[in-house]
């Protein structure tokens, strides 16, 4: 492997000697997600394998052209599992990808995202240095929270090489439950839930029907179950339910109109339903809002303000419209600093979130 690492640093070297754009790339299974794409692609998968894995500490360590399944089989032996439930959106998703999109799945709002278990990380910069950040388990975790960072930054602020993830143990049962109502009342009943002490790892409404997955001891699933009511759904339609909706597959996701735009709106659970046109599914407890809708970005991204939260344009849509929300401009100095510091000469996936990085 330190001869696939001399590769990169001879190809990083050189694109920064010349100021010339790399495209960091894994499976590509995420490469529509953010903005532009140029330069060369710098193809992270020759580097792969798992470095460490240890089931009684909880911690995972791999590559990153690592492929998520096989990182997701090693801890199936062990019954474990990456609790933020990461979307693959195709075969050969990678370690590197899913840290550096930073996207999770149902169990996001009860467990925590990408980030929340990264404990380190090694990171190629700008100028073919490897950096480590963090560690390999929860105690040696200190100083400047740097790994966190690279989750979500899109590959913008070096070339990630290796991640060390907290993992979960799986939990002893599981099941589905749904409900049928319409949103308002949906978002109301996710957020009485959410106060009391239920074991809910998923829920998402859509075409007034509210579905929730309740994982963890046997004895407590019941008592949920028996408090909250619903019906029961057997658990080979919910795993493929639940499996759709990480990975975008279900019906809603694939209904967007030649004019339309999938949106994703961050907000606080208990806001109200917003009357946009298009259609919602709602997850997270009420705090993501997913909207396929032909309303302007203006609308939409001026809805989220009101309601205390941000839009993100997540596929299709105008690709003139910025992808994420605009940044005031003291946090864009922040994110200017940090790409410069990682990043001098802007070789790493400029553009990828914000035309200005």
């Given at each position: 492997?330190?001869?696939?690492?001399?590769q990169?640093r001879?190809?990083?070297?050189?694109?920064t000697?010349?100021?010339?754009?790399?495209?960091?790339r894994?499976g590509?299974?995420?490469?529509?997600?953010g903005?532009?794409h140029v330069g060369?692609v710098l193809d992270?998968r020759?580097?792969?394998?798992?470095v460490?894995?240890d089931p009684?500490?909880l911690?995972?360590?791999a590559r990153c052209?690592?492929?998520?399944?096989?990182?997701e089989a090693?801890?199936a032996?062990?019954?474990?599992l990456?609790p933020f439930?990461?979307?693959?959106?195709g075969?050969?998703?990678?370690?590197?990808?899913?840290?550096?999109?930073g996207l999770?799945g149902?169990r996001?709002h009860?467990?925590g995202?990408?980030?929340?278990?990264v404990?380190?990380a090694?990171?190629?910069d700008?100028?073919?240095?490897i950096?480590n950040?963090?560690g390999q388990?929860?105690?040696?975790?200190?100083?400047?929270?740097v790994?966190?960072?690279?989750a979500?930054?899109?590959g913008t602020?070096?070339?990630i090489?290796?991640?060390s993830?907290k993992v979960?143990?799986?939990p002893?049962?599981?099941?589905?439950?749904?409900?049928e109502m319409?949103?308002?009342?949906?978002?109301r009943?996710l957020?009485e839930?959410?106060?009391?002490p239920?074991?809910?790892t998923g829920?998402?409404w859509?075409?007034d029907l509210?579905?929730?997955r309740?994982?963890?001891?046997?004895a407590?699933?019941?008592?949920?179950?028996?408090?909250?009511g619903?019906e029961l759904v057997?658990?080979?339609?919910?795993?493929?339910?639940?499996?759709?909706?990480r990975e975008?597959t279900?019906?809603?996701?694939a209904d967007a109109?030649?004019d339309?735009a999938?949106?994703?709106?961050?907000?606080?659970?208990?806001t109200e339903?917003?009357?946009?046109?298009?259609?919602?599914l709602?997850?997270w407890g009420?705090a993501?809002r997913?909207w396929?809708t032909?309303a302007?970005a203006?609308?939409?991204r001026s809805?989220a303000?009101?309601?205390?939260?941000?839009?993100?344009l997540?596929?299709?849509?105008d690709?003139?419209v910025?992808?994420f929300t605009?940044?005031?401009t003291?946090l864009?100095?922040?994110h200017r600093?940090l790409k410069a510091a990682?990043?001098?000469?802007g070789i790493?996936?400029?553009?990828?979130?914000?035309a200005?990085?």
């Amino acid at each position: 492997m330190n001869a696939t690492l001399d590769q990169f640093r001879a190809v990083v070297e050189n694109a920064t000697a010349r100021r010339a754009p790399l495209q960091l790339r894994g499976g590509g299974t995420k490469a529509w997600y953010g903005q532009q794409h140029v330069g060369e692609v710098l193809d992270t998968r020759p580097y792969q394998g798992i470095v460490a894995y240890d089931p009684a500490e909880l911690v995972i360590t791999a590559r990153c052209g690592t492929p998520l399944a096989d990182i997701e089989a090693a801890l199936a032996e062990k019954n474990q599992l990456l609790p933020f439930e990461p979307p693959y959106f195709g075969p050969g998703a990678t370690l590197g990808g899913c840290v550096a999109a930073g996207l999770s799945g149902p169990r996001r709002h009860t467990v925590g995202a990408v980030r929340d278990f990264v404990l380190g990380a090694r990171l190629m910069d700008g100028k073919g240095q490897i950096l480590n950040f963090g560690g390999q388990v929860m105690k040696n975790v200190a100083g400047y929270d740097v790994a966190r960072v690279l989750a979500g930054s899109l590959g913008t602020l070096g070339l990630i090489l290796e991640v060390s993830l907290k993992v979960l143990p799986q939990p002893f049962a599981e099941l589905t439950l749904q409900f049928e109502m319409n949103a308002i009342d949906a978002v109301r009943k996710l957020n009485e839930w959410g106060g009391q002490p239920l074991p809910i790892t998923g829920s998402a409404w859509r075409s007034d029907l509210l579905v929730i997955r309740l994982a963890g001891a046997s004895a407590a699933i019941k008592a949920a179950r028996v408090k909250m009511g619903g019906e029961l759904v057997d658990a080979i339609h919910a795993a493929k339910f639940w499996h759709a909706i990480r990975e975008q597959t279900d019906g809603f996701f694939a209904d967007a109109g030649p004019d339309q735009a999938l949106w994703r709106l961050a907000v606080p659970s208990i806001t109200e339903p917003h009357r946009l046109p298009g259609k919602q599914l709602i997850e997270w407890g009420g705090a993501q809002r997913w909207w396929i809708t032909d309303a302007d970005a203006q609308i939409v991204r001026s809805a989220a303000r009101q309601a205390g939260g941000h839009a993100t344009l997540f596929r299709y849509g105008d690709p003139s419209v910025s992808v994420f929300t605009p940044l005031p401009t003291p946090l864009m100095r922040i994110h200017r600093n940090l790409k410069a510091a990682f990043d001098p000469a802007g070789i790493f996936n400029p553009g990828r979130m914000y035309a200005e990085l």
